[in-house]
């Protein structure tokens, strides 16, 4: 989930989940909550692709954000596009004050929620898209140079529509399962979910006794969305489960040694669960 700063009112990004929906309940739309120009896309509308034009707005606590500077560490892209950490009003004034200040120069008496990521044009200081998926995809088809040396093809044409699918596959049965698995009221839901999250993680761990990466023998944007997903697993749902459930969600051992594995590559150099950082102590990995 995206994250969201205090604000006077607005609606939330996701509905509070029903404790026995299979998917997230999405929140209908409600404008101008959500943004959702593009880069490169039409021309027309302003929002080209130009060095050093645009400014990421980010948090440390929000694993969308994770996606996204991990992709822009992969890309190269830190030294052109610009990134500003938000906290809480109150911890990052001039921060939030700026983001504030964009989204109410994009959309006239804004007084919706302020939403990070945020990908916002040095230009005009409006908030061109807080749609993560979007982002993501401009990141990596419009403002990277896909021929240079070192960085790797993110979202290779051929392999769109199986990373967009991984993606909601991750969302849906991983994080949204182990939120269920851990705090829905009824056991009858919390089982379902927990089933749920056990299938998804184990056609995800055999998927990796075949090929090194998510999709196959090239890094690509799934594994960034599934190195995060299994991060978040580790550090925010499992702690939630009983601890018999907490066993068998751990017993996925390709799954474990990828996160550790791409955690010594340094776009995926950030903090690992504790349990991970044994593991990977244990063997000789380094960690952060």
Known sequence: MSETF???????ALLEPDPCSPRPRI?????????????????????????????????ASCPLSLRVSITLDLLGLRDTVATTLVGLPDDTPEAYAALRGAYEATWHRYSGPVDVPALCDGWTGRVVSNHTPDILRDLAGHLSDGSAAGHPRLRPA?????????????????????????????????DAALERLLTALGRLDRGLTAAPYALGEELTAADVDLWVALVQLDTEHRPLLDADAADRVSRHGQLRAYVRRLHAHPAFHTTLPEALQDEASREGVEVS
Do not use: K, M, N
Request: hydrophobic share 40%; proline share 11%; aromatic share 6%.
């Open 6 to 12: 205090p604000v006077s009112s607005g609606p939330a």
């Open 27 to 59: 929140a209908p739309p409600a404008p101008p909550h959500r943004f959702r120009s593009r880069i490169g896309v039409d021309l027309a509308g302003g929002f080209y692709p130009v060095p050093h034009r645009y400014r990421l707005y980010l948090s």
């Open 158 to 190: 051929a392999l769109a529509t199986d990373i967009d699918v991984l993606r909601d596959l991750l969302d849906a049965d991983v994080i949204h399962a182990a939120r269920q698995a851990g705090t829905a009221g009824e056991a009858e839901c919390r």
